[in-house]
Structure formats: C-alpha cells, structure tokens
C-alpha cells in the first residue's frame, strides 16, 4: 500500500495560478481523475492534496474544492495541506477557520520563490507557533540555501510538526551534493521533522536521468531521518516532466530494494497515516 502525500490537482476553470503562465509543460488542466486512474493501478490507496500557490484570493476556495472531490464515494483523496499566509495578520483566523474542516490535515507556505528572509519574520514566527497542539503540520519547501533558516524556524516552534519537501531541493542538475547533504544532515537532527522522499526527478536532466542519477540524494535523505521519520510522495503532475507517475513509482520500489517489509511500509504508508491521523 502506498500513501501519497503531495498530489497537485489543476483546474483552470475554478482557480487561478498566476505562476503556471511561465511553467512550460505544466501550463494546463492537471485532474483529479487522470491521477486516480493511474494511482489504483500502482497501488495507491490515499492521497493528500498539496496546495498548489494559487491566487491568494482562492486559497479558501481551492481547500473548498479539494474537500468537495474528498467527499466523493471511493475518492483516493483523504485530506489536503492547504495554502497560508503566516506573514499576515489574519493568519490566526485563517487558522480557526482552517481547524474547523475537517479535510485540512496541515499547511504550506511555497518559501523556495520567495524571499529568503521571509520566515525569519517575528509575525511569521508565531503564527506557526500557533500550529503546535493542533495536529495541523507545516511543509517546508526549501532551496538548499535555505535549509539555514527552515532551522531556524524548526527551532523556534520545537511543538510544531514540520515535513521537509522533496528532499530539500537538491540542485541535482547543477551539483553541490556535499553542502546539501551536509545540511540535510542537520535539519534531520531535529525531532520534530519528517522528510518526504518526493520531487527530486524534477532536479535532474529530466530526459536522461536514471535511479543511480537520483539515489545519492534518495538515499542520504532516507538515512539522515530514517525510516521511521520519512514519507513519500508523488509530487504528481510535476513528476511527469521526468516520465509519469508510474515511472516515479518504479523508481521508488528500486530505490528501496535493500530494505525490510517495515521499513518500506514506513516510509511509503505507515508514518504518513500515523503523522496525519488517516482513515485508510
């Protein structure tokens, strides 16, 4: 069984994207229904839906969309990490607001495009403080460069629960392996991190890579947090600009060859269903 924890759905015709304009391949209608035909296929009994930066003013209506589609008879979908804004001052209602839906299993702010200095912010500080006790996640998606101040922010919210993106965004195509593992290394000190095996493809030559391109980096992430302190995700429709969901699944169960039945359980399934508390 697997457990996907960061699937992105399209619909041009309910929400705005203003980034999806300079997103090449991307650009156009990702849905839910092509991803849950091919995901039963793989396995795949549960998804999260991960927020996709859309406009600021359809960030409720996109969680109101995705918790529509999760309440469909037999939908993969069991939860969504929605949208936020923790450098605003209405991030406390928001907050409430949010803890009221059931659906909403946590949130993410898309900080890998914005201003490194962000999260170091008081007023953001403590709006993600407010999570703590809540059972609502954080996902950090950081640059490499960044993962000083995912630290930073880790350490000022010990009682929050943080899941770091995509390995932390190893610049795969460019280098700068040592640095990154190095940092890796030490947000994965923190107790209270999760890291998700998810994205990386993206950060490859994506026609030519190949499981060895991507296991370093697989396989570093996976030891700095162990097993137990991983999940996985499909990072859907993103994947498919290094093959399909299938081709990421593949090379998934080949990364995780050598390991036990528990630990592959784990990381594809298991800490994801204890983390977010699902109904799979």
């Known amino acids: 069984m697997i457990v996907d924890t960061h699937l992105h759905i399209v619909d041009m015709a309910a929400l705005a994207y203003p980034w999806l304009g300079g997103a090449g391949a991307l650009n156009r209608n990702w849905a839910y229904e092509d991803y849950a035909r091919e995901a039963r296929r793989l396995g795949i009994a549960a998804t999260l839906h991960m927020e996709v930066d859309v406009a600021e003013s359809d960030i409720d209506k996109e969680t109101d969309y995705v918790s529509g589609i999760a309440n469909r008879p037999g939908s993969l979908l069991v939860g969504a990490i929605a949208a936020c804004r923790p450098e605003d001052e209405g991030f406390a209602a928001y907050l409430e607001r949010m803890r009221a839906n059931p659906a909403v299993k946590g949130f993410r702010r898309v900080l890998h495009v ?3 200095d962000l999260s170091a912010s008081p007023l953001f500080r403590e709006n993600i403080r407010r999570l703590a006790g809540t059972g609502l996640t954080f996902d950090l998606v950081v640059l490499p460069r960044q993962i000083g101040r995912a630290i930073e922010l880790v350490d000022m919210a010990p009682d929050v629960r943080f899941v770091l ?13 040592d640095s990154w593992a190095k940092d890796m290394t030490e947000i994965a000190k923190r107790p209270n991190v999760m890291g998700k095996l998810s994205g990386i493809v993206a950060y490859t030559d994506t026609g030519s890579w190949t499981v060895e391109t991507i296991r370093p980096y697989a396989e570093h992430t996976i030891g700095a947090f162990g097993f137990n302190r991983m999940v996985w995700g499909s990072d859907w429709p993103v994947c498919t600009l290094g093959g399909s969901l299938s081709t990421w699944v593949g090379a998934t169960h080949a990364l995780l060859e ?15 269903i204890r983390l977010w508390n699902l109904k799979v």
């Open 114 to 116: 914005m201003p490194d």
């Open 258 to 272: 050598g390991a036990s039945r528990d630990e592959r359980h784990a990381l594809l399934a298991g800490n994801a």
């Open 165 to 177: 993106d995509h390995c932390g965004v190893p610049d795969i195509r460019g280098g700068g392996y």
